[in-house]
C-alpha cells in the first residue's frame, strides 16, 4: 500500500489506475480483520498515518502535485471513515475533508465544484452519519462543521437549519452566528432576484425568530455590535462590518432602492470615521473597493474612502 501510494503521488503517474489500485488494497485489508477488533484497530491507525503523511507532503507541494496528493488523501480518509466506529476519529475524518475541500476551491469560487465538492461529498456522508449515531449526544462542534460542510457545498437550507438548532442551544456561539450569517449572504446570491432583497436582509439584520420572537440568528449587524470593543474580536467586528455594508449594497441593488445604497455608503464611512485604518491594509483595500463599487452604481464618481490621516487611531 504505501507503494501504490509513492507511486501515486509521483509525476507522471496514472493516478486514476492507481487510486482504483490502493482502494483494491484497502478493501481486501478491511475483509481480512472483519471480526478481529485488535488487527481492525490497528488498521485504522495504519490509514491515519499514512493519511496525516499524504497531508503533510501538501503543505509543500506545486500546485501540479497538488491534485494527486488531494486524490490519495480522500481515499484513505474515506477508508478510514468505513474501517472506524471511534466518534473522535470519525469527526476528524469529516472535519479534514471538509478543510480539504474548502482550500481547493478558487479565489471568490463560493460553491464547491470539481475535486473540492467531491471532498465536501464525502465530508457531508461522515458527519451526517456520525451525527445520526450519536442523536441528542451529537455536540454543537460536531453539527456546526457540518453545516459549514453544507454551505460550502451550496446547500444553504440545510446549512441553515442545522445552525439554528445549534444556535437555539447557544446563541452566543460566534462561530456559528457567522456562519449563519455568511449562509443567508451566500444564498441570496444564488436565487430569484425578488427573493434575494429578502435573504439579503436576513445576512444583515437575522432571522429565524425563536419561542421569545427574537431572531435565533443574528445576522451581522448584530454580531459587530457584540465585538464592537473587544480586541480578541478585533478582525471579526471589522469582518462583520465589511458584510453589513456590502449586504445593505447588494440589498438596494437587488431591490433597485438606491436610498439603501446610499445607507451602505454611511455604514462604511461610520467606521471609517472611528477607526481610519479600518482594520488594517488589506481589510481597508476591501472598504475602499466595496466604496467604490457602490459609488459607481449610484452614478457617482468612485472617489473611494475619504484619505486616511496620517495618525490612525487604533481600534478598540
Avoid at 59 to 69: D, I, M, T, V
Avoid at 106 to 119: F, N, S, T, Y
Avoid at 206 to 235: C, H, M, Q, T, Y
Avoid at 256 to 282: F, R, T
Amino acid at each position: 500500500l504505501q507503494a501504490v501510494v509513492g507511486v501515486m503521488t509521483a509525476e507522471g503517474s496514472d493516478t486514476q489506475k492507481l487510486l482504483e489500485r490502493a482502494t483494491g488494497v484497502m478493501g481486501r485489508l478491511q475483509d481480512s480483520v472483519k471480526g478481529k477488533e485488535d488487527a481492525a484497530a490497528r488498521l485504522v491507525r495504519i490509514y491515519l498515518g499514512m493519511a496525516k503523511d499524504i497531508r503533510e507532503q501538501l503543505s509543500s507541494a506545486p500546485p501540479e502535485r497538488k491534485e494527486k496528493l488531494i486524490g490519495a488523501f480522500r481515499v484513505f480518509l474515506e477508508s478510514i471513515a468505513k474501517s472506524s466506529e471511534d466518534p473522535s476519529t470519525l469527526q476528524w475524518v469529516g472535519q479534514t475533508l471538509m478543510q480539504m475541500g474548502e482550500s481547493s476551491m478558487a479565489p471568490g469560487e463560493l460553491r464547491a465544484q470539481g475535486q473540492a465538492k467531491e471532498l465536501l461529498a464525502t465530508s457531508i456522508t461522515t458527519l451526517d452519519s456520525l451525527i445520526t449515531k450519536q442523536g441528542a449526544e451529537a455536540t454543537p462542534a460536531l453539527k456546526y462543521q457540518l453545516a459549514k460542510a453544507y454551505r460550502l457545498n451550496g446547500e444553504y437550507k440545510r446549512s441553515l437549519d442545522l445552525l439554528e438548532t445549534v444556535l437555539q442551544g447557544n446563541a452566543m456561539m460566534l462561530d456559528a452566528q457567522v456562519e449563519a450569517a455568511t449562509a443567508y449572504e451566500q444564498w441570496a446570491g444564488t436565487i430569484d432576484p425578488k427573493f434575494a432583497g429578502k435573504a439579503y436582509g436576513s445576512a444583515l439584520g437575522g432571522a429565524r425568530p425563536g419561542k421569545d420572537g427574537k431572531n435565533v440568528i443574528w445576522g451581522w449587524g448584530r454580531v459587530s455590535k457584540l465585538v464592537s470593543g473587544r480586541e480578541e474580536f478585533r478582525d471579526t467586528f471589522f469582518d462583520a462590518r465589511y458584510h453589513v455594508a456590502l449586504c445593505r449594497y447588494l440589498m438596494g441593488k437587488t431591490t433597485k432602492n438606491n436610498a439603501v445604497m446610499e445607507q451602505a455608503i454611511s455604514d462604511i464611512l461610520q467606521v471609517a470615521s472611528l477607526y481610519p485604518d479600518l482594520g488594517g491594509v488589506a481589510k481597508r483595500a476591501q472598504f475602499e473597493l466595496l466604496m467604490k463599487e457602490i459609488q459607481k452604481s449610484l452614478g457617482k464618481k468612485p472617489d473611494g474612502l475619504p484619505v486616511q490621516p496620517a495618525a490612525a487611531g487604533k481600534a478598540e
